[in-house]
């Protein structure tokens, strides 16, 4: 990541924000993708896990999960749910494009465009090796991103989110601006969190750079690193492959 983001306001309203997204679905999908590829999985590793979204209910299946995160203010709330739900995850601060783990794990996911985070060309080729080098032979690497195509057919614009809770109200304003020589979209989030019981308001910036890919260069990456099969889906649809109209693409890639 070349700016901060996920610091410690936007990561405390992370979940809030996001508490539409089902993320047992997700695990569901993962599940699905390791039966149609044929991978018996027991252990995972979470590259950017965030505040633990897959990697907790996914622990909760009988998974043993590892979570990598940079962003302690995003592991901090992992931790916090795991430690109350009494799972057994095991969490590491650490840079996906570097870090070295003496484990193997049947399964590498990297969810929720955390690739698409990893903005310059090196960034996608060492966070690809990090995922190949925990993979055990045979192993199976999941991830979705921001899917080129139709980021440039659809266009990013101008997004706005309210989420009203008892106590307080968030609104987010969300204005992008794309960069079609940089395959990247700069998207400014605006917050706005409202106390309701003391009539006061937090307002606060965060930017986040993305970078969106196309099949052809992420197949190209993972095959120079060894993968051996490459598939593409449209997130959550293992039925056909992915359209101009798909904005989030999962890759399926097996070691
Ligand atoms: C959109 S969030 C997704 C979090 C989680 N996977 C989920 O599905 O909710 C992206 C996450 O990737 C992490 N991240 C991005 N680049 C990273 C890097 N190079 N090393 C480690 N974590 C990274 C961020 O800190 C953030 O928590």
């Given at each position: 990541m070349s700016i901060t983001q996920f610091e410690q306001k936007y990561s405390e309203i992370y979940d809030l924000i996001y508490q539409d997204k089902d993320y047992e679905k997700e695990c569901d999908f993962i599940e699905r993708i390791f039966s149609k590829f044929g991978v018996t999985v027991s252990s995972i590793l979470d590259l950017g896990?965030?505040?633990?979204g897959h990697a907790i209910p996914l622990s909760q299946r009988g998974y043993s999960i590892t979570g990598v995160d940079i962003s302690t203010h995003m592991l901090n709330k992992a931790i916090e749910k795991a430690n109350k739900l009494k799972t057994g995850c095991r969490f590491l601060q650490g840079d996906i494009r570097k870090i070295q783990i003496n484990e193997t794990f049947n399964a590498v996911i990297s969810m929720f465009a955390v690739i698409s985070y990893q903005i310059e060309d090196q960034d996608l080729v060492s966070t690809f090796e990090t995922a190949y080098k925990h993979l055990k032979k045979g192993g199976i690497f999941i991830f979705d991103f921001w899917f080129g195509p139709a980021v440039l057919n659809e266009k990013p614009s101008l997004k706005f989110k309210e989420v009203n809770l008892d106590k307080m109200r968030i609104i987010r304003i969300t204005t992008p601006s794309i960069d079609i020589f940089s395959n990247t979209v700069d998207v400014n989030f605006k917050v706005f969190v409202i106390d309701k019981n003391r009539k006061s308001f937090d307002f606060f910036e965060e930017l986040h750079r993305v970078r969106y890919f196309f099949p052809r260069e992420i197949s190209s990456v993972l095959k120079n690193i060894g993968f051996s099969e490459i598939h593409f889906f449209?997130?959550?649809?293992?039925s056909r492959k992915p359209n101009e109209s798909d904005w989030n693409v999962s890759c399926v890639a097996l070691k």
């Amino acid at each position: 990541m070349s700016i901060t983001q996920f610091e410690q306001k936007y990561s405390e309203i992370y979940d809030l924000i996001y508490q539409d997204k089902d993320y047992e679905k997700e695990c569901d999908f993962i599940e699905r993708i390791f039966s149609k590829f044929g991978v018996t999985v027991s252990s995972i590793l979470d590259l950017g896990c965030g505040s633990g979204g897959h990697a907790i209910p996914l622990s909760q299946r009988g998974y043993s999960i590892t979570g990598v995160d940079i962003s302690t203010h995003m592991l901090n709330k992992a931790i916090e749910k795991a430690n109350k739900l009494k799972t057994g995850c095991r969490f590491l601060q650490g840079d996906i494009r570097k870090i070295q783990i003496n484990e193997t794990f049947n399964a590498v996911i990297s969810m929720f465009a955390v690739i698409s985070y990893q903005i310059e060309d090196q960034d996608l080729v060492s966070t690809f090796e990090t995922a190949y080098k925990h993979l055990k032979k045979g192993g199976i690497f999941i991830f979705d991103f921001w899917f080129g195509p139709a980021v440039l057919n659809e266009k990013p614009s101008l997004k706005f989110k309210e989420v009203n809770l008892d106590k307080m109200r968030i609104i987010r304003i969300t204005t992008p601006s794309i960069d079609i020589f940089s395959n990247t979209v700069d998207v400014n989030f605006k917050v706005f969190v409202i106390d309701k019981n003391r009539k006061s308001f937090d307002f606060f910036e965060e930017l986040h750079r993305v970078r969106y890919f196309f099949p052809r260069e992420i197949s190209s990456v993972l095959k120079n690193i060894g993968f051996s099969e490459i598939h593409f889906f449209p997130f959550l649809d293992l039925s056909r492959k992915p359209n101009e109209s798909d904005w989030n693409v999962s890759c399926v890639a097996l070691k």
